[in-house]
Structures are given as structure tokens and as C-alpha cells.
């Protein structure tokens, strides 16, 4: 992203635009739901999305795809009781894939081994 800004200082904020001064949330908000409108993402209203949403997602995305309570804390720089406390739901849902990945699921709702 500083390479894209191309601040000469290296200490420059990356979302500003002279990198000394930060944008204001209403300028963020702005260009974040204008993104949010060009990528004809459904139900933007209904959904609430914020500049927030885009951690929820990576986050939701690094437990499914397997890294550990532990890891995504690091990753974040929060502790694993709070990434447990959010996100513990989606446990269950990974054990359900994971009992499931050998069997199928029929049109009519039954599954049978593959």
C-alpha cells in the first residue's frame, strides 16, 4: 500500500493523502460504501457492511480454512479469548464439514459415503 501512495517517508500513513494527516471516518465510510456500490454486493443496506466487515470476513475465511484460535490472534494482534468469544460458533460448523467429507448429500436431504 506505501508503494501505491508513494510517500517518500517511510513513516508515512498509508490511508491518508499527504501522509501526515488521517482521513476523516466520513471520507472513509464514503469511498468504503461507493466500493461497496461498484461491486454490486447484494443486500449492502440490509447487511450494515462497514470498513469492520472486511476483518469479520478474513477472519471467518482463516478459521475455515483451518488455522488455529492461536494463530488468527497473533495474525490480528488481539488474544484468543476474543477471537473465541466471536467467532466459537463456527467450530461446530467445521466439525460438520469435517464429519461430513467423505459422504455426499442427496437432493433430498439424505447423505450416503461417496
Do not use: W
Not at 488521517?22 to 472513509?28: M, W, Y
Not at 490472534?73 to 476474543?82: E, K
Not at 464439514?97 to 448429500?105: C, E, G, P, V
Amino acid at each position: 500500500m506505501k508503494e501505491l501512495t508513494q510517500h517518500e517517508n517511510s513513516n508515512a500513513l498509508i490511508f491518508s493523502i499527504d501522509g501526515e494527516e488521517t482521513l476523516s471516518k466520513c471520507i472513509v465510510l464514503y469511498h468504503f460504501h461507493r466500493i461497496i456500490e461498484l461491486a454490486k454486493i447484494e443486500e449492502r443496506e440490509a447487511r450494515d457492511l462497514v470498513p469492520y466487515s472486511l476483518r469479520h470476513f478474513m477472519i471467518t475465511q482463516r478459521i475455515m480454512s483451518g488455522l488455529n484460535f492461536k494463530q488468527i490472534a497473533d495474525m490480528c494482534g488481539t488474544n484468543v479469548m476474543q477471537i473465541e468469544g466471536t467467532y466459537y460458533d463456527l467450530n461446530d460448523e467445521i466439525r460438520l464439514t469435517n464429519a461430513l467429507a467423505d459422504y455426499k448429500r442427496n437432493d433430498d436431504g439424505t447423505i450416503e459415503p461417496i
